[in-house]
């Protein structure tokens, strides 16, 4: 089964198209960075008006690219949510209308399963059960996952994500959009141990997150700096607080994995791209004897690829929506259930 997938949930535009049986055929993605960058942040008319733009045309390039039309597509699929209710309302409506005149199945899927699924497509995918770290910009959770919409969500950020921590602390330092990378870039040569930051609820034996009092006190440590700081502060600053939220996701990692007596991780979403986060994992479990999974740092952000590959996996198995399937902002990962037909 050929699918086409599209990603419009934030600020990108992803498109992919996915075979059952060769894999990835083809995928586009266009980011709109610069759209958002004068803003510091992404902003959701501006987005779903870009959306708009781009969606088709990319349709139209990774069908070529593929060396295909719309003749070979057997099935359409794209993010329902959650996500900004504008941007995912677009590439819904479009995926709707191409399946609608093509007579083709339609699915809506799960953006978050999309990125817990998405190491399946590299070379060496993992093998059911895993525990998955998804970290990014909107979610910081942890979960135990069985199979295709088997999730027992194990615990989550009850403030800010890790990825939003990243792009307000990059807001607060003036490194510019988006913050993830620009931290990165500025921790490069920093020592770690500059700052002794607080590693937020790692005594405390549940496995949520906490990246609030880690953003405060990089502000705090930034008042006391002073409007003239030293050449390398910025640099320690970034590397300490880089250190502190790596730090945080490995140790709650390493206690879910006893706890739920898994061997082996997957770390997904726009934060798993961070290099600093990759060694120190790769690193860890090694010590430990547990298999490590990431999907590649273009997958790891948002894109087409995921989303053709879940929707692809329950559109095989004969799961199917309706024409009046809507994009929900909102939409708890443990809702989900197994494929369906």
């Known amino acids: 089964m050929r699918v086409l997938g599209i990603e419009t949930s934030c600020d990108e535009t992803g498109i992919a198209l996915w075979d059952s049986e060769a894999g990835l055929l083809a995928h586009r993605l266009h980011s709109q960075t610069e759209i958002h960058a004068t803003y510091g942040g992404v902003v959701p008319e501006l987005a779903s008006r870009d959306h708009i ?3 088709i045309p990319l349709v139209e390039r990774t069908l070529a690219d593929a060396g295909l039309d719309l003749d070979a597509v057997d099935g359409v699929t794209a993010t329902a949510g959650p996500g900004l209710l504008g941007a995912l309302l677009v590439g819904l409506s479009a995926g709707k209308a191409i399946a609608f005149a093509r007579e083709l199945p339609f699915l809506g899927i799960h953006h978050l399963e999309a990125h817990l699924l998405a190491p399946a497509l590299e070379e060496r995918p993992p093998e059911f059960p895993f525990l998955a770290l998804l970290v990014s ?3 910081t959770l942890l979960a135990e996952v069985s ?16 990825g939003e921590a990243f792009d307000k602390t990059a807001k607060l ?26 590693r937020p609820m790692v005594d405390k034996p549940n496995l949520d997150f906490s990246f609030s009092g880690l953003k405060t006190a990089v502000l705090n440590a930034a008042k006391a700096a002073g409007d003239d700081p030293d050449p390398g502060f910025r640099t320690d600053l970034c590397a300490s607080f880089q250190e502190a939220v790596v730090d945080v996701l490995w140790r709650k990692s390493a206690r879910a994995l006893e706890q739920a007596g898994l061997d082996r991780l997957v770390v997904a979403g726009g934060v798993g791209a961070n290099a600093h986060l990759r060694t120190r994992f790769a690193a860890a479990t090694e010590e430990l004897g547990v298999g490590l999974h990431f999907p590649r740092p273009d997958f790891c952000t948002d894109n087409g690829a995921m989303v053709a590959h879940a929707g692809g ?5 004969g799961e199917r929506d309706g024409w009046d399937r809507t994009a929900v902002a909102r939409w708890p990962l443990d809702e989900l259930h197994p494929p369906t037909t």
Do not use: K
Not at 147 to 162: E, I
Not at 313 to 317: D, G, I, M, Y
């Open 147 to 162: 199979g295709v919409g088997r999730y027992r969500l194990l615990g989550q950020s009850l403030d800010d994500a890790a």
């Open 173 to 198: 330092l003036e490194l510019g959009f988006p913050g993830g990378p620009a931290v990165a870039r500025a921790a490069e040569g920093g020592d770690a141990a500059a700052f002794d930051l607080p």
């Open 53 to 55: 733009r781009r969606t």
């Open 137 to 139: 910009g909107g979610h």
């Open 313 to 317: 996996l329950r559109l095989v198995a």
